[in-house]
């Protein structure tokens, strides 16, 4: 059987991805016993040894995913394909080579695990994530989970990546997109829609790309769709050109026409740009510290002070270089909120928050996370609002930050004290925060240290 082979150009080299190849998937409905599974994968090209051919230069390789459960194997797919090249110089680093297989299985929870070997050189590959096959109902409005894909392409022949209305949807197993890839496209199935009279024989869907804080990026209204039945299904193509690099969530939402009842789909994603993928490679891959001297250990180590343990800060202290190294290396993994995914999701946003940090509160003389509103965004993240008060005879410019997810509700006042722009923290309500209850003095434009009544 001809195998066609899809390569892909995507901006992130091999060098910069935790894993040797990404794995993803997506869980569909299949009957009232089994879910079907797409196991999706993307493997850099040049892991492979091309060896010369008749027809050139030629890659063989085998693949065997694996689903299980109870150390026993539950379903094996296995299948092997070539790629061929006219000359070695045709192989770079951003080359990609997308691919799927389709397995059955009874609801539960497995590993999936997927083993590459290429043939040339015999090296072997192996990596592994979680699978939940979940319940779907047979009664009320659910949905599938979201696939998301690099490219959507009409066809003629049907093949592995071919579904409904003979588009190729061509998955991006690395959930990576950037500026060679601005466009990130949706897919999934929607089931249990309401076969009912004529006034009912629609439904609505929207489409919403947010950030780590839940707020909206990208975001279209209502769409009305005519029912196609008891089944939908869903393909959205959406620009990322406006994304700064960072993680996402893409959110689907569908509800029954005249229904306040929406059923809800959430795929995160990546955005790596060029001007910015530093950010993405110091959180995909392990960052290689050998050869930091003890100085810039420190360095490093310094934001990250604001999320030490006290036993952690004693210990980095007390170490010699290589077991500052040790510390740096090993800090975010006993903090990683979902060891499944290739990304760190905790040191990503902190990655996020001192690159943002350092952009917006930078002066002369200090670094933004060393300011007092640098040390808070770094610590908390986004405030839910803030208040701007500018200067005016009776105050000095000041910001009061709200958060109101933090310790039932909290606040911070910061009083730009000298004049020249630099905001000070004078007053929280957080624990382990200044608290000054007399902090309105500090915005009379004649204020000095001394506490009201006491000058």
Known sequence: MKVTVYVLLILLSLSCTAAVFDLDHAVFRGDRENDVVEVYLLIPRNLFEFNESDDGYRSNVFVRVALVSDDSVRQLKEWSFSDRIDNLDQITNTQKIPDITTLTVPKGEYRIITVIMDLNSQKTYREEMKLNARDFSFDQLELSDIQLSSQIAHTNEKNKFSKYFNYDIIPNASNIYGEQNPMIYAFCEVYNLTEKPAENQFYQVRYTITDLNDNIMVQDGWMQKTKPGKSAVEIKGVSISTLRSGLYNFKVEVKEENSETVVVGNKRFYVAKNDQDKLLQETLAEINLAG?????????????????????????????????????????????????????????SYQNRLQYVNEQFRTHQREGWKTDMGRIYLI???????????????TKPYQIWYYYEIEGGVYFVFVDKSGFGLMELVHSTARNELQDESWQRWIRPTSDSSPSGFY
């Open 292 to 348: 930091m001297s003890e100085e810039q250990l420190d360095e490093m180590f310094d934001p990250l002070k604001y999320y030490a343990t006290d036993k952690e800060r004693r210990s980095y202290r007390k170490a010699n270089v290589d077991g500052k190294r040790n510390i740096i290396l090993n800090f975010w993994k006993g903090r990683d909120p979902d060891p499944s995914t290739e990304i760190n999701e905790a040191q990503f």
């Open 380 to 394: 908390y993240g986004e405030p839910s609002e803030i208040e701007r008060f500018p200067s005016s005879l009776e």
